[in-house]
């Protein structure tokens, strides 16, 4: 800690820049965890350094994603947890990474506060580094911004990117994608982190019902709601060592439709089986509590499946075994059709 850094003026501002410096004291157990071969540098300096291994690759491309928590942060506040929302920082940037091929290498976070508490941005950043262990990848660095008057004292934003690499011709783009393809869907974690502002309307969340019972749950509705995002990384790079994948999809908000399309390749459309996989009890909770129109929900959430890949059809059961045998829920949820809807549901 930098003893002869500190400022009067700056503290009776509402910024103080010790509680920074203890801050990154406490994080630094945290960050050490996700220490991967190619980290150069430790958190502090002006930029994190990392040399990443190209043995083998052709022409290496780097693949980056960025993304924040949003307004789920609201149920952390209400719960006063916060050692989970960074695993949904780093799941929402490196399920995207990972939907190119690509293996996620490092990580940055930012999070901006109203009043710098040192434990509380340290919690922050323990989920940080979760979700980097979980992905496989390094925090070689972020920043904390102490903005009063700007965010209540209370309240914090969080966000970060990652950055991946994934040789050139291995690149998953679609472009191979044909008719008789199966989808494999990955079940979901639980909301994730989208379309928050919705649930927030439907359930008015406050201090007391975010920590009420709900036997269709069989938790508290807090607990529910803040389960973190599912990261997918080791187990999508697995699929892809051993089977031909065609396409990837991660699903967030925009949902089905939204996502699935992104996806396929020009004159073909994903037909989804919606009874070929459970729906989680927490988006029929969401959708009777808010008589949410069926459209709107496959729009706007998961609806159970976070992420869906586009496989040969002939090796969809062998794709679903590995996926299952590594913990995960698999299914085959549909197949490559003609068309030019983007996705069907029936």
């Not at 980097?132 to 911004?145: K, N």
């Not at 472009?175 to 494999?184: F, N, P």
């Not at 790079?237 to 991660?250: D, E, G, P, T």
């Amino acid at each position: 800690m930098n003893e002869k850094s500190y400022s009067n003026s700056y503290k009776e501002a509402g910024v103080d820049v010790t509680a920074g410096y203890k801050a990154v004291e406490l994080m630094k157990e945290h960050v050490a965890r996700t220490n991967v071969p190619g980290v150069l540098s430790g958190i502090g300096g002006f930029g994190g350094l990392f040399q990443p291994d190209l043995a083998g690759m052709k022409a290496p491309v780097l693949v980056s994603g960025t993304d924040g928590v949003g307004t789920k942060l609201k149920v952390a506040f209400l719960l006063d947890k916060h050692d989970t929302v960074g695993i949904d920082c780093v799941a929402m940037c490196v399920n995207d990474v990972v939907c190119c091929g690509a293996q996620p290498l490092f990580f940055l976070d930012y999070v901006a506060v109203g009043r710098n508490v040192p434990e509380r941005v340290a919690a922050i950043v323990s989920g940080v580094a979760e979700g980097c262990v979980q992905a496989g990848c390094a925090l070689v660095g972020g920043e904390t911004a102490e903005m009063p008057g700007f965010y209540p004292p209370e309240e914090y934003d969080l966000a970060g990117f990652s950055v991946g690499m994934v040789d050139r011709e291995k690149i998953l783009d679609g472009s191979s994608m044909q008719e008789g393809d199966a989808l494999i869907g990955l079940a979901s974690s639980g909301v994730h982190s989208n379309g928050f502002s919705l649930v927030r309307k439907v359930f008015g969340l406050d201090e007391k019902n975010v920590n009420e019972y709900v036997p269709e749950l069989g938790v508290t509705l807090g607990e529910t709601l803040l389960t973190p995002t599912k990261i997918y990384v080791k187990p999508v790079l697995q699929v892809l060592k051993h089977h031909k994948v065609r396409a990837i999809s991660h699903i967030t908000g925009g949902g089905f439709y939204e996502n699935i399309p992104r996806m396929m390749k020009a004159g073909c459309s994903a037909r989804i089986d919606l009874s070929s996989f459970p729906r989680l009890p927490v988006f029929s909770l969401i959708q009777s509590r808010g008589n949410v129109p069926e459209r709107d929900m496959y729009n706007t959430f998961n609806m159970g499946i976070g992420m869906c890949m586009a496989v040969p059809g002939e090796e969809a059961d062998a794709v679903a075994a590995e996926l299952n045998a590594m913990g995960e829920k698999a299914y085959i949820i549909g197949s490559v059709v003609k068309g030019e809807e983007g996705v069907i549901l029936c």
